[in-house]
């Protein structure tokens, strides 16, 4: 009888091992299939000394943010702080090209910078403050300036990169976003609703189209046509070959982020914590959707996500196209800036001065 107990008090102890065994080798396999969807992994995360400008962006191998009093930072994508230079750079967003970041600054400087050292290798002064500035090719350099902080009017400036002013064009109101180029030509829309199009080579206005609404936001160009919001929550499509709006669609609140064009559709979010889907060709509303937080940049799709960053300091990732809920990032401050996804990466900074790199799924 003693060793009958003994043998099924054996097997009832490997049989409970093997039970554990089993238990765990199915949960192994389900951590496994999450991870496969799985949530970011934070790689580095980074203290700047201030708050951020509304100004981030990425070249090559370097980060360049600019933080308070426009302090120009540069970091590598390891998040190694490369160099710092003391610009004034209010409004103006770097850009990088080739081996030189170009910037301007408040003051009316415009710089180039040695991506490696932050040497500056020239600058030159132009009439009013920088917003904005485009490289489309290594042919030139254009920028938009403000005659003055609280100037009504605004500059389009083209030089070359050793920094020589080739042409300048005064427009009737300050441009604020961003330039675009097509073809032979620069597409520029001032904060009233003008839209200009001025000659590449020599800077003469070939026509112009007013709308008559608030812009602040850069457009977007696809093909012939640009697309555009306006402060009032008014979106265009218009075709810059025969000058026509091909549709416009108003959403429920203001909107102060740019457009993100994927796959002939728009994505939009609102003051009013909404997104919207719109169709490119039409303007039709393809999907509307509530999320959690204030909108305050811009939205960004990838690989069959919806990034959204709100301004509360969450980024929220939906699942495109049935728009579920994936995972929610919550950071130390406020996103007033677009993310930057490279390479299965995500580089975002919050206004509070924290820059993050996450890998994601």
């Not at 995360?45 to 930072?73: M, P, Y």
């Not at 839209?195 to 007013?210: N, R, T």
């Amino acid at each position: 009888m003693v060793g009958g107990s003994a043998k099924t008090s054996l097997s009832l102890f490997f049989g409970t091992i093997f039970s554990l065994a089993c238990i765990f080798f199915i949960l192994l396999l389900l951590s496994c299939s999450d991870s496969e969807e799985g949530l970011p992994e934070l790689i580095w995360e980074r203290r700047l000394a201030g708050d951020v400008a509304h100004s981030f962006s990425a070249h090559g191998d370097h980060l360049f943010v600019v933080a308070q009093h426009g302090r120009l930072h540069a970091y590598t994508v390891g998040g190694r702080s490369r160099w710092v230079q003391d610009l004034h750079i209010d409004f103006c967003s770097p850009v990088g090209y080739g081996e030189h970041v170009y910037v301007g600054s408040e003051e009316g400087w415009l710089y180039q910078l040695d991506t490696l050292n932050g040497r500056i290798d020239w600058q030159l002064k132009v009439h009013g403050g920088v917003y904005g500035l485009i490289l489309p090719s290594g042919d030139g350099l254009f920028a938009t300036a403000q005659d003055g902080v609280m100037g009504r009017r605004g500059y389009v400036y083209a030089l070359d990169l050793e920094g020589e002013e080739i042409w300048s064009y005064r427009t009737r109101s300050p441009i604020k976003s961003s330039l675009l180029s097509w073809k032979d030509v620069i597409i520029g829309i001032d904060v009233s609703g003008r839209v200009y199009a001025l000659d590449k080579e020599g800077g003469s206005l070939l026509w112009e189209k007013s709308f008559g609404v608030a812009v602040h936001q850069d457009p977007i160009l696809v093909g012939d046509r640009i697309f555009f919001s306006s402060d009032g929550g008014l979106v265009y499509g218009f075709s810059l070959d025969s000058r026509e709006i091909l549709w416009h669609y108003k959403t429920k609140d203001n909107i102060s982020a740019p457009l993100f064009h994927f796959r002939d559709s728009l994505y939009i979010g609102d003051w009013n914590s909404e997104i919207y889907i719109l169709s490119a060709l039409t303007g039709d509303l393809l999907h509307n959707q509530r999320i959690s937080g204030w909108i305050n940049t811009g939205l960004c799709v990838d690989e069959g996500r919806l990034y959204i960053p709100n301004y509360h300091g969450f980024l929220e990732v939906l699942s495109v196209p049935d728009f579920s809920a994936l995972w929610e990032i919550g950071l130390s401050g406020d996103i007033d800036m677009p993310i930057i996804l490279r390479k299965k990466y995500l580089y975002l900074c919050t206004v509070q001065g924290m820059l993050y790199k996450f890998r994601v799924p």
